[in-house]
T-cell receptor, first 116, second 116 residues
Framework: AQTVTQSQPEMSVQEAETVTLSCTYD???????LFWYKQPPSRQMILVIR??????QNATENRFSVNFQKAAKSFSLKISDSQLGDAAMYFC?????????????FGKGTRLSVIA | DGGITQSPKYLFRKEGQNVTLSCEQN?????MYWYRQDPGQGLRLIYY???????QKGDIAEGYSVSREKKESFPLTVTSAQKNPTAFYLC???????????????FGAGTRLSVL
């Protein structure tokens, strides 16, 4: 079974600075998908970014980018120019590419605080 | 607007009582999922359904039941056998391995269940 580990329960960053959230995973599969979800105080889960394992290029979405290291099974999220609205829980998630709509496997999350 | 609707937002259960959480989607997604969120635990899978009239147990299915009689609906019943039901419950859906947005899970706003 796949597992996802987020080793930083809490992080903080100054407004306008850059922060990196860590995620490692364990799998025996060669192809899969990885995601970062954001959960603000409203508790609505919002997709931030996704990465397909067969793509070597790191995904980017505006101020959000990932550092995907397949051999190391590492998938970190970098938030540039942090804003107060970035304060939230961030979850790393894994999805198999097996046929069918397989569920996500989540890490336990990292709570990010943004300091004005 | 298309989306996933969970109701109620808050729910209270008395000892020995079964309660049902509603999840409806109008996204025409094939698959639907139920997750439980506890502080410090991330999201854990309760049940999922890839198609109407079919569903599979997740990691923590004991004390819960589901049905999938319609594509749009995937209600979750928390039975009296679930001894620690206090948690935040999230419903999600996905289009599957095809089309725009494939492999992405979209979430409802959640239901907070507490025991009286």
């Amino acid at each position: 079974a796949q597992t996802v580990t987020q080793s930083q329960p809490e992080m903080s960053v100054q407004e306008a600075e850059t922060v990196t959230l860590s995620c490692t995973y364990d799998t025996s599969e060669s192809d899969y998908y990885l995601f970062w979800y954001k959960q603000p105080p409203s508790r609505q889960m919002i997709l931030v970014i996704r990465q397909e394992a067969y793509k070597q290029q790191n995904a980017t979405e505006n101020r959000f980018s990932v550092n995907f290291q397949k051999a190391a099974k590492s998938f970190s999220l970098k938030i540039s120019d942090s804003q107060l609205g970035d304060a939230a829980m961030y979850f790393c998630a894994y999805r198999s590419v097996r046929p069918g709509n397989t569920p996500l496997v989540f890490g336990k999350g990292t709570r990010l605080s943004v300091i004005a | 607007d298309g989306g996933i609707t969970q109701s109620p937002k808050y729910l209270f259960r008395k000892e020995g009582q079964n309660v049902t959480l509603s999840c409806e989607q109008n996204l025409n997604h094939d698959a639907m999922y139920w997750y439980r969120q506890d502080p410090g635990q991330g999201l854990r899978l309760i049940y999922y359904s890839q198609i109407v009239n079919d569903f599979q147990k997740g990691d923590i299915a004991e004390g819960y039941s589901v049905s999938r009689e319609k594509k749009e609906s995937f209600p979750l019943t928390v039975t009296s056998a679930q001894k620690n039901p206090t948690a935040f419950y999230l419903c999600a859906s996905s289009i599957g391995n095809r089309g725009i947005g494939k492999n992405i899970q979209y979430f409802g706003a959640g239901t907070r269940l507490s025991v009286l």
